[in-house]
C-alpha cells in the first residue's frame, strides 16, 4: 500500500483531481456569492451578520489551492489547507444531518444542486483523505516549482 502512495503517477493523478474538483467548486460561488451565501445561511451554524465574510472568501481560498495544486506549487500546503476546509465542510454536513436538515450542500453553487446526505459525508472522506496523502508526500511531478530542492535567498 505504501508503495502506490509513494508511486509519482498516482500522486500526480490525486493532485490533479483534488484541485480540479476544487477549482469547479469555486467558479459558481466567486461567480454568483449570493447564491453561496444563502447555502451557508441554510446551515444555520453561523449569525447571519458574519455569512458574506465565509461566502466571499471561501472560494477563492478553493480557487487558489486548487490552482496551486494543478500547477504543483506548494502541494503539501494547498493540500493541507483545502484538506481543512473538507474537514470543516464535513463536520457542517454532519451537524445539519443530525438536526435533520434536508438542504443544498452548496459545493458547486447552484449548478450541480446536492443534498446533503451520507453520500455527502463519505464523499468528503475520500477527499479527506486524498488531501491527506498529498500533504503528507506531496506530488512533483510536472510541478512548476519542486517541493524537494528549496532555493536558497
Same mark, same amino acid.
Given at each position: ?11 500526480? *493523478? ?9 477549482? !469547479?467548486?469555486?467558479? =459558481? ?6 447564491? !453561496? ?9 453561523? &449569525? ?5 465574510? &465565509?461566502?466571499?472568501?471561501? &472560494?477563492?481560498? =478553493?480557487?487558489?489551492?486548487? @490552482? *496551486? ?7 503539501? =500546503? ?12 464535513? +463536520? ?11 438542504? %443544498? /450542500?452548496? /459545493? ?7 443534498? +446533503?446526505?451520507?453520500?455527502?459525508? /463519505?464523499?468528503?472522506? @475520500?477527499?479527506?483523505? +486524498? ?9 512533483? @511531478?510536472?510541478?512548476?516549482?519542486? %517541493?524537494?530542492? &528549496?532555493?536558497? @535567498?
Amino acid at each position: 500500500m505504501v508503495k502506490i502512495l509513494s508511486n509519482k503517477y498516482f500522486l500526480l *493523478l490525486l493532485r490533479i483531481v483534488l484541485g480540479l474538483i476544487f477549482i !469547479f467548486a469555486a467558479i =459558481e460561488k466567486i461567480a454568483v456569492p449570493k447564491s !453561496f451565501s444563502v447555502s451557508i445561511a441554510n446551515y444555520k451554524l453561523l &449569525p447571519v451578520e458574519l455569512i458574506n465574510i &465565509p461566502a466571499i472568501i471561501l &472560494p477563492w481560498i =478553493e480557487l487558489t489551492s486548487g @490552482l *496551486l495544486l494543478l500547477l504543483g506549487i506548494a502541494v503539501k =500546503e494547498n493540500s493541507a489547507i483545502l484538506t481543512f476546509l473538507l474537514i470543516v465542510f464535513t +463536520i457542517a454536513v454532519i451537524i445539519s444531518l443530525f438536526r435533520g436538515l434536508n438542504i %443544498d /450542500c452548496g /459545493c458547486f453553487g447552484t449548478i450541480y444542486g446536492e443534498q +446533503i446526505g451520507l453520500l455527502k459525508v /463519505c464523499e468528503n472522506i @475520500l477527499l479527506i483523505i +486524498i488531501g491527506f496523502i498529498l500533504a503528507t508526500w506531496g506530488s512533483n @511531478l510536472l510541478a512548476l516549482v519542486s %517541493d524537494t530542492h &528549496p532555493q536558497k @535567498l
